[in-house]
């Protein structure tokens, strides 16, 4: 299995997702013979079958928070996965919220799919864990609604997800190392929320981490107006680090971003 980064969605808010003006299945990541499938939204089980995703490979599944956009395939996933229980397999990493709910919303997942899997983790921000040789640290966010963001740290290459979150002290520092970023943008520039990142959080936190990457996706219906494409181009200018506005089916390998590849290449001489 080749180390992939794979798109199964770009959309973020409900006016993006309702229409399915972009997908909305998560992240897959493709690291060590393993594959993770981050925050399984609504279509994850066709958009695995339109981009050629074998969710049967799915190792772990990390499902940052309990909202629908995040949340809504979780079993389905879990069915695929583990042929409805039949091979009780994988682990998933979330928060207590996602797997318990709270008094405004109920947990998405369900005790019979729980069943299904090996393990389930319930983790604050700045845990470490471990699956396989990847370290997965938890980081925080701030988004009205517990959650946690990811940092895969790989023999090979160092990638966080930053989701859906607003900007705060703290969260930069949390993410810092990363080779790639990839983050829920779901606003362009000048346009603020009390929830979500926008280009302007985006180029702060970029000028903080500086990654060799910084991929933005989630997009809601301002930022698919504004051009996606055209405001990672003005995140670029003012950041000089490569961006990219993911699009669905997008495929990146990872490798290329990896300064431990590039030394063990420059060792070889």
Request: hydrophobic share 40%; net charge neutral; with cysteine.
């Amino acid at each position: 299995m080749q180390p992939q980064i794979i798109f199964l969605g770009t959309g973020g808010d409900c006016f993006v997702v309702g229409k399915q003006l972009r997908a909305s299945g998560g992240i897959i990541i493709r690291a060590n013979d393993m594959q993770f499938h981050i925050d399984p939204g609504p279509g994850s089980v066709v958009r695995a079958m339109q981009y050629d995703v074998n969710l049967r490979e799915n190792t772990c599944i990390l499902l940052s928070h309990n909202h629908i956009n995040h949340a809504s395939d979780i079993n389905a996933v879990i069915s695929s996965m583990t042929h409805g229980g039949l091979d009780k397999k994988g682990v998933l990493i979330t928060n207590k919220t996602a797997v318990e709910g709270n008094e405004d919303i109920s947990p998405m997942i369900t005790h019979y799919y729980m069943g299904c899997l090996e393990r389930i983790i319930t983790a604050l921000p700045d845990q470490r864990i471990g699956v396989g040789d990847i370290e997965i640290k938890t980081t925080p966010t701030k988004h009205g609604i517990e959650n946690i963001g990811f940092k895969f740290v790989t023999p090979d290459f160092t990638l966080s997800y930053i989701s859906d979150t607003v900007n705060f002290t703290g969260l930069a520092e949390a993410h810092k190392g990363s080779e790639i970023l990839i983050m829920n943008v779901v606003n362009p520039s000048g346009v603020s929320s009390k929830i979500n990142l926008n280009s302007d959080d985006v180029v702060e936190i970029i000028k903080k981490i500086k990654p060799k990457l910084a991929i933005i996706q989630h997009f809601g219906i301002k930022m698919i107006n504004a051009d996606p494409m055209y405001e990672a181009r003005e995140i670029q200018k003012k950041t000089d680090t490569q961006v990219i506005a993911a699009k669905d089916g997008m495929v990146i390998n990872p490798l290329s971003y990896s300064s431990s590849l590039r030394q063990k290449k420059l060792d070889s001489f």
